[in-house]
């Protein structure tokens, strides 16, 4: 057991909640964020709105659980949007609920829950990358720390002039390299401005992440849920293993030279000319009307 700085006591155990099987991904009810699926867009709300949406060790075992589970749950949750409540995104992990327990382990020496959670926490981010469908980071107000993260390890970002993203882990004495960050954000924006962002922890406006390459759009704030929920639900009509091969293979080819993502390409769409999405465009095209794709 370790104490926090108000004298309770903490388990340490704690730091890093097990994972918890989601049978049904499209019918789950989340607990410790907003999660609704309709139309084949699935909407994961990060809903603690008073504090600009921090995360806990709870909810960040959620979101892991969750994106796990979605692989599952691919012909019925075809998109996912990820977004925050009362206009700001996400302000990174809770500082009472998950810094204040974190140092409390640092005093008592142990070493292992904080690396129990911090595996979590990228764990969060491999099962984002894993899972099949297209995430769409809405992105309103703060976005700082995990909750960068968040938007960065999302496939597609959204934003308003008024959003701040900052990598701001130096500012708590941390290393920047965290949850990927060290590989994603280079890829993202270039290794000089991903340098630039994690060494200083400094806010990205929202015309500035634009011009970067981070965000894909800005809209106006007011016009932020309907535009992600557009752009999920135009993805979501698309061929969902089709989308989800394009996913895999912009991972994959991260590590590959050319001549060995041209092969791996050659083979990914060998395999989606076998699907019934295939057939459904072509006959679809010869009818003269728009192909009605059913992820299969």
Same mark, same amino acid.
């Given at each position: 057991? +370790?104490?926090? +700085?108000?004298?309770?006591?903490?388990?340490? @155990?704690?730091?890093? =909640?097990?994972?918890?099987?989601?049978?049904?991904?499209?019918?789950?009810?989340?607990?410790?964020?907003?999660?609704?699926?309709?139309?084949?867009?699935?909407?994961?709300?990060?809903?603690?709105?008073?504090?600009?949406?921090?995360?806990?060790?709870?909810?960040?075992?959620?979101? %892991?659980? !969750?994106?796990?589970?979605?692989?599952? @749950?691919?012909?019925?949750?075809?998109?996912? $949007?990820?977004?925050?409540?009362?206009?700001?995104? *996400?302000?990174?992990?809770?500082?009472?609920?998950?810094?204040?327990? #974190?140092?409390? /382990?640092?005093?008592?020496?142990?070493?292992?829950? !904080?690396?129990?959670?911090?595996?979590?926490?990228?764990?969060?981010?491999?099962?984002?990358?894993? /899972?099949?469908? =297209?995430?769409?980071?809405?992105?309103?107000?703060?976005?700082?720390?995990?909750?960068?993260?968040?938007?960065?390890?999302?496939?597609? %970002?959204?934003?308003?002039?008024?959003?701040?993203?900052?990598?701001?882990? $130096?500012?708590?004495?941390?290393?920047?390299?965290?949850?990927?960050? *060290?590989?994603?954000?280079?890829?993202? $924006?270039?290794?000089?401005?991903?340098?630039?962002?994690?060494?200083?922890?400094?806010?990205?406006?929202?015309?500035?992440?634009?011009?970067?390459?981070?965000?894909? %759009? #800005?809209?106006?704030?007011?016009?932020?849920?309907?535009?992600?929920?557009?752009?999920?639900?135009?993805? &979501?009509?698309?061929?969902?293993?089709?989308?989800?091969?394009?996913?895999? *293979?912009?991972?994959?080819?991260?590590?590959?030279? #050319?001549? &060995?993502?041209?092969?791996?390409?050659?083979?990914?769409?060998?395999? *989606?000319?076998?699907?019934?999405?295939?057939?459904?465009?072509?006959?679809?095209?010869?009818?003269?009307?728009?192909?009605?794709?059913?992820?299969?």
């Amino acid at each position: 057991m +370790s104490s926090t +700085s108000s004298g309770a006591s903490f388990d340490a @155990a704690t730091v890093a =909640p097990p994972p918890q099987p989601i049978a049904d991904a499209a019918t789950y009810r989340a607990r410790h964020i907003g999660w609704a699926v309709a139309d084949g867009v699935g909407t994961i709300t990060l809903d603690r709105p008073e504090r600009k949406n921090p995360l806990t060790f709870d909810s960040y075992a959620e979101l %892991r659980d !969750l994106f796990r589970a979605l692989g599952a @749950a691919r012909r019925t949750v075809r998109a996912v $949007v990820i977004a925050g409540a009362g206009g700001n995104f *996400c302000s990174g992990g809770d500082v009472h609920e998950i810094i204040g327990p #974190l140092v409390a /382990c640092q005093r008592a020496g142990d070493m292992d829950a !904080l690396l129990r959670f911090t595996r979590m926490t990228g764990d969060v981010v491999k099962a984002m990358r894993a /899972c099949p469908q =297209p995430i769409i980071a809405a992105v309103d107000g703060v976005c700082a720390g995990a909750g960068a993260i968040l938007a960065m390890a999302s496939d597609l %970002r959204i934003g308003t002039a008024r959003s701040a993203t900052a990598f701001l882990f $130096v500012r708590v004495g941390l290393a920047g390299a965290d949850m990927g960050a *060290c590989a994603m954000l280079p890829r993202i $924006v270039g290794h000089g401005r991903a340098s630039e962002l994690l060494f200083t922890g400094r806010a990205l406006g929202g015309e500035e992440a634009l011009a970067w390459g981070f965000l894909n %759009r #800005l809209v106006a704030p007011e016009d932020l849920a309907a535009a992600a929920r557009a752009l999920a639900g135009e993805i &979501a009509a698309g061929p969902g293993f089709a989308h989800a091969m394009t996913k895999t *293979c912009l991972a994959q080819e991260w590590d590959m030279g #050319l001549e &060995a993502a041209i092969e791996a390409e050659a083979q990914a769409q060998a395999i *989606c000319m076998q699907t019934a999405d295939f057939a459904r465009a072509y006959h679809a095209f010869a009818a003269r009307r728009r192909p009605v794709f059913e992820g299969d």
